[in-house]
């Protein structure tokens, strides 16, 4: 039986890029068994069967609808949403000319976050009056449906404003309806990212929202995702990714651009890097097939065997960090975050490597990427306090302190006791050093 769900996990990772992880096959073991109990299969080879000849039938919609992720709210991390009104939508009104603007939220899912970038375009002082439109797209058909019905429960809108909720949305039934003057400047599609990402539109679009999405994606996918991304992207626009994402070993042109609370990357009229070129470049001529767990791509190569355990890994980061092998350390960390996206240790360790290396910016990434996933590791706002001083955004920095002081305790968990290792203040004297810095008695 785990020959067969593996199969199924592989066909899955064919038609969608997206990977099945060991800790999710005994969840997908028991859909497999539903669906074969429901439509009559005689087991799970017919099962397969069926799947292998019929790649646009309702049953694959009902697969991929099932492994795919759609939990989110409105104003999910709101930072960007911030950012996106000042400085970006700013700067893109003081250089177009035609009044136009071409968005694309690539992984809607049920339709949070295009409802919000089209409520962020309504209000707009400037942009708001221009002929714009959001194309939002998914895998899932059946979260679409869900997604153009513009109807959100109250979980949804817990972090909407309540001038916002009367201004744009009807309250009935217990739900919140998106009124149809912002509705329906968002276009809703199918789309399979891996399949057909340039078949969407003649467009280039000006801003794109491909958060949380390129995670669940082997490297080689990721990288193919972005260079279509870049080649739908209009000179000077931005992408954004979720707060846990990054493109620094992607092989790509896009740049990283630091917004204060967050990070967008951007495409710029400058010639292509020629060692990027060459990373893709011998990434195209030496693909090969790859195996069933998360790969790592090649310019990534200076790490432990990645068959061990993820402890044992984590562990040989943390020791070279020890020993102030901290470019080694910051590549394996890397790679370990590849593969296990979801680890806040992983990242945060990531961000003491780059730290350490004088990369403030990544360090600053990583850190911010660590507290998406765990808000409450305070030490890491700590630390993300620090470089965001040492990069001169004080304002920032002091938010940052004054949260760590009122979460920091007197004993720390697991990562502190790693931190402790690396010679980090402890959480007392990181109090003291918050209280300095706020200039508190």
Not at 37 to 66: M, N, T
Not at 280 to 301: D, F, H, Q, W, Y
Not at 401 to 413: Q, V
């Amino acid at each position: 039986m785990k020959e067969l769900i593996r199969e199924i996990a592989q066909l899955i990772e064919t038609a969608s890029g997206f990977v099945i992880g060991d800790g999710s096959t005994e969840a997908l073991a028991s859909f497999v068994g539903q669906r074969v109990a429901q439509g009559g299969f005689s087991g799970v080879e017919r099962y397969i069967d069926y799947l292998r000849r019929h790649p646009e039938s309702e049953e694959w919609r009902h697969l991929l609808s099932k492994i795919t992720i759609k939990e989110s709210y409105l104003f999910r991390a709101q930072a960007q949403f911030e950012a996106l009104v000042d400085p970006i939508l700013g700067e893109i009104a003081g250089r177009r000319t035609d009044r136009r603007l071409r968005v694309w939220c690539a992984g809607c899912a049920r339709g949070e976050e295009a409802a919000t970038l089209a409520i962020v375009l309504a209000d707009h002082p400037i942009v708001g009056d221009w002929e714009w439109s959001v194309l939002a797209t998914d895998v899932d058909e059946a979260a679409l449906a869900e997604a153009r019905s513009g109807v959100f429960g109250p979980r949804a809108v817990g972090r909407v404003s309540a001038p916002t909720l009367d201004r744009h949305f009807l309250y009935r039934d217990r739900h919140y309806e998106l009124n149809s003057n912002i509705g329906r400047r968002i276009e809703y599609r199918r789309l399979n990212l891996v399949e057909h990402p340039l078949e969407l539109s003649a467009e280039l679009f000006d801003v794109i929202f491909l958060r949380n999405v390129l995670i669940y994606f082997r490297p080689e996918t990721q990288r193919r995702v972005i260079e279509s991304v870049e080649e739908k992207l209009a000179p000077d626009g931005v992408v954004f990714l979720g707060p846990s994402e990054s493109l620094i070993h992607l092989g790509t042109t896009l740049r990283a651009r630091d917004l204060g609370d967050c990070f967008c990357y951007r495409k710029t009229p400058a010639e292509r890097d020629p060692t990027v070129e060459a990373v893709r470049n011998e990434s195209r001529a030496k693909a090969a097939p790859e195996p069933t767990g998360m790969s790592i791509p090649r310019v990534l190569s200076d790490h432990p065997d990645p068959s061990l355990s993820f402890d044992d890994r984590l562990e040989s980061m943390i020791s070279a960090l020890e020993q102030g092998r901290n470019r080694r350390a910051a590549v394996g960390l890397a790679a370990l975050r590849h593969e296990f996206p979801e680890s806040s240790v992983a990242h945060a360790l990531e961000g003491v490597a780059y730290e350490r290396l004088g990369d403030l910016a990544k360090a600053a990434h990583a850190y911010r990427a660590a507290l998406y996933l765990a808000p409450e590791m305070d030490e890491v706002r700590f630390l993300l306090a620090w470089v965001l001083e040492c990069l001169g955004r004080s304002g920032a920095a002091g938010r940052e302190y004054r949260t760590a002081l009122t979460g920091l305790g007197p004993a720390g968990g697991y990562l502190m006791s790693i931190l402790d290792r690396l010679g980090v203040p402890d959480q007392h004297r990181m109090r003291e050093i918050c209280r300095e810095k706020l200039s508190l008695k």
